[in-house]
Every structure is written in C-alpha cells, then in structure tokens.
C-alpha cells in the first residue's frame, strides 16, 4: 500500500492490468487511517477530515512537493487538533 499509492508507482505495469490503480490505494490508505481515527474518537467530523486531510498529505509527499518530515509533521498537527478539539468539548 505505501508503495502502491503514489501515481509514479510501477508496481502496476509490475503486475498487471488487475492491480489497483493508484489512487484506490491512496484512498485504502486514507480511510484506514480515518477509521481509527473514528474508533479513538467516535467523531465521524473528524474521521472525514482525517481521510481528506491524509490523502492531500500523502498525494503531496508522493510528487515531492513536500519532504518525508513534512508530511509527518503535517499528520501529527491534525491529531493533535483532533486532541485539543476533543478536550475542549468534553471539558466544558
């Protein structure tokens, strides 16, 4: 899957005309992250967010327009949005 979901992949001319395009894999990718993401949170808001945002991530970091660290970087502000927001709501 990591390696499968960038468009510059060859693992499809590797295997065939029967292997997922890339952006199945990207989006697989995308909505597992978002599952857990409902699993730790029960916030379907944030599991959207979660697949939208991590799809946009990983898309960038595949053409390089953005560097391995950024990309990790650029996850971990949206949980620990995900986090402040969650305390915050159920602090009141």
């Known amino acids: 899957m990591s390696s499968a979901k960038s468009r510059h992949s060859k693992l499809r ?5 029967d292997f997922p395009q890339w952006y199945y894999w990207l989006t697989a990718h995308s909505f597992t992250h978002a599952a857990i993401v409902i699993i730790i949170t029960g ?3 944030f ?3 979660e697949a939208v945002s991590h799809w946009i991530i990983d898309f960038c970091k595949c053409e390089k ?27 009141g």
């Open 13 to 17: 001319e590797q295997y065939g005309e």
């Open 43 to 45: 916030s379907n808001l």
């Open 47 to 49: 599991a959207v967010i």
């Open 65 to 91: 327009w953005i560097t391995l660290h950024q990309d990790q970087v650029g996850h971990m502000v949206f949980k620990i949005l995900y986090c402040v927001v969650f305390y915050m709501s159920t602090s």
